[in-house]
């Protein structure tokens, strides 16, 4: 359990880059302010003292795998020390939703890694970073024991299934299919509900290269062409976006069948912004896809379904396993492995 209301929470903030510390370079605007600075435009909330980890200053559509596992990997480090309360990670917008949702995977301790951003840049006058960096300290001091969250314009969201769901408004993120966590203001956290969380994957280790997990959109006139593409280019998974509640063509369905063989992971979600993935349909369906190989991800959209292959990539060099791992990390339970004599 926590330590007692009354005494002082030590919170480490980890500072990634993100409009959050991004200033005018000219023609636009890019990250590259260090923690602290960010830190300086927040108040911080009474009770808490604060430590900075500079990891990196990056636009987060520029972030790489080998950034996420090094992000992972500080996490961890952190939390390491018993005398931290919590963990608060300033991320940029772009790909939060994916950072977020990867640390989650293998989160397996009881305090709190809170992830938050900004909309707009650091020396804006309005900016609303300051305010979600003092939701987001105030939440790693107060919760315990729902996994990584996102701390985002007075709204608390689990990460998994939390995405951007605006590209310029203040009220950017949400979960298309589930009601937010809870709510920040007037120096109170207040929780509704627990959200749901399968037991957390072991750290991966580092990989030689950087493992390729490619995404493919279907759309009207599509075709296996990208799908087969990522395969050639040795994509390790695919995950395909397909329309309605996950359903292509006869001919993607054959391309998904002949990555499958080759074991490649194909996960299936759908570019519909809520709802689940369903086997309702044939003639290229969803039936198909899934009878092909394909792994429906239930309420998962593009960037956290890659995520999650991802995750299964990085686990094992097993084709079955890591379907195993995927199903896992979607929440289904998995079968048993038959004994062997």
Known sequence: MGRGQGTVKRIVVISTGGTIASRWQGSGFAADAHGREVMATAAVPDGITIE?????????????TAHQLTLLRTVHEVLADPGVDGV??????????????FVDLHHDDPRPVVFTGAQLPLDAEDGDGPRNLHDALLTASRVRGLGVLVAFDGKLHAARGTVKTHTVDADAFADPSRSRLGDIGFGKVSVRRD???????PLPGVPE????????MHHADGDPLLLNAAVEAGAEGVVLVATGAGNATPEVVSAVAAATARGVLVALTTRVPSGPVSQIYTHGG?????AAGAV??????????RVAVLAAVLATSDAEERVRILRRVLGEPVPAEPARI
Not at 52 to 64: A, I, K, Y
Request: without cysteine.
């Open 195 to 201: 959200p749901p969380r399968p037991a957390a994957l």
């Open 88 to 101: 608060v990670v300033t991320h940029g917008t772009d790909t939060l939703e994916e950072s977020a949702f």
């Open 209 to 216: 290269g950087r493992p390729r997990v490619d995404m493919v």
């Open 296 to 305: 429906p991800t239930g309420l998962l959209r593009a960037g956290q379904a």
């Open 286 to 290: 969803g039936v198909d896809l899934v």
């Open 52 to 64: 900075v980890v500079d990891l990196f200053s990056v636009n987060s559509p520029r972030l790489t």
